[in-house]
C-alpha cells in the first residue's frame, strides 16, 4: 500500500494504459482522479474496485481552461497533488512524410505534446513538493519510426519536455520522469499493426526480443515504481519498459 493517502492525477484514463495504471495505484490505495476524453469512458472505471477513492473527470487535455480545471478539481479534493501521470496520447494513420495529412500531424501534435505541456504547467503549482510526475513517452520516443513522423516527433519531445521539467523543478523535491513502453496488447497497438504489417499476420511482439507484447499491467507496474519512493533519486530519466525493442 506504497500510495495510502496520495493523491494522484491520471489523464488519458479511458484507454488501455490509463485503466491499468488507474487500477494498480488504486490497489495500492492511492486516492485518483482519472481524466477522461468522453463521458462515456467513464463507465470504463467502473470495474475497479477502490482500495483508495476513485474520482473522474472529463476534460479534452489540448483544451487551457479544461486542463486548469481537472487540476483544480484535484486541489480541490484534496488540497495538493503527490503524483501526476501524464499519460493521454494519440496515434493516426500511417503514411510516408510526403503524403502525411497536416491535420493528423496538427492533431497528435495538439494531444500528445500540447497536452502532456499544460498538464505540467497547471499541475505542477498544485502539487506538493516532494511529488512525483510520469510523463508518458514511448519506444519511439528514442528511436525513429518510419510512417508515423508525427507520433514519434510527439514523444522525442515529450523526452525533452520530460529533462527541461525535472531541472526545473527538483528544487522543490519534484521528480520528472518519462515511461516509455514498446509494444504493449492494446487497441493502439494493434491498430497500428494492421495497417504496418497489411496482408500479414506478423505482430510488433515478434520483433523484440522477448518475443511477446507487453501488457498494460506491464507499464503499470514501471509508472507506479516511477512515482513511488521507491525511484526517489530519480528524476529527467526515460525508462523503457519494450521487451528489448530498444536494446542495439
Known amino acids: 500500500m506504497r500510495f495510502t493517502g496520495k493523491n494522484i492525477v491520471i489523464t488519458g484514463a479511458g484507454g488501455d494504459l490509463g485503466l491499468a495504471i488507474s487500477e494498480r495505484l488504486i490497489s495500492e490505495g492511492a486516492n485518483v482522479l482519472a481524466v477522461v476524453e468522453r463521458e462515456e469512458e467513464r463507465t470504463k472505471l467502473d470495474k475497479i474496485s477502490p482500495q483508495g477513492v476513485l474520482e473522474s473527470f472529463v ?14 478539481k484535484a486541489f480541490s479534493l484534496w488540497g495538493a497533488i503527490d503524483g501526476f501521470v ?14 502525411f495529412p497536416e491535420a493528423d500531424f496538427d492533431r497528435v501534435m495538439a ?38 513522423v508525427a507520433y514519434v516527433g510527439s514523444k522525442h519531445a515529450i523526452v525533452g519536455m520530460t529533462k527541461t521539467a525535472a531541472l526545473e523543478v527538483g528544487n522543490r523535491g519534484i521528480r520528472v520522469n518519462a515511461c516509455a513502453p514498446g509494444p504493449i496488447a492494446g487497441s493502439m497497438t494493434f491498430k497500428l499493426a494492421e495497417e504496418v504489417f497489411a496482408g500479414s499476420d506478423k505482430t510488433f511482439g515478434e520483433t523484440v526480443p522477448l518475443g511477446r507484447h507487453g501488457t498494460p499491467e506491464d507499464v503499470a507496474g514501471l509508472v507506479a515504481f516511477l512515482l513511488s519512493d521507491d525511484s526517489r533519486y530519480a528524476t529527467g530519466t526515460v525508462h523503457a519498459v519494450d521487451g528489448g525493442f530498444t536494446t542495439p
Open 59 to 72: 476534460a479534452d487535455v489540448t483544451n487551457t481552461e479544461q486542463v486548469k480545471a481537472y487540476a483544480e
Open 86 to 99: 501524464n499519460n493521454a496520447g494519440i496515434q493516426t494513420r500511417v503514411r510516408p512524410i510526403v503524403d
Open 111 to 148: 494531444v500528445n505534446v500540447r497536452g502532456v505541456f499544460l498538464g505540467m504547467k497547471y499541475v505542477f503549482p498544485r502539487m506538493r513538493d516532494g511529488g512525483s510526475v510520469v510523463n508518458m513517452s514511448s519506444a519511439l520516443g528514442v528511436v525513429g519510426g518510419a510512417g508515423i
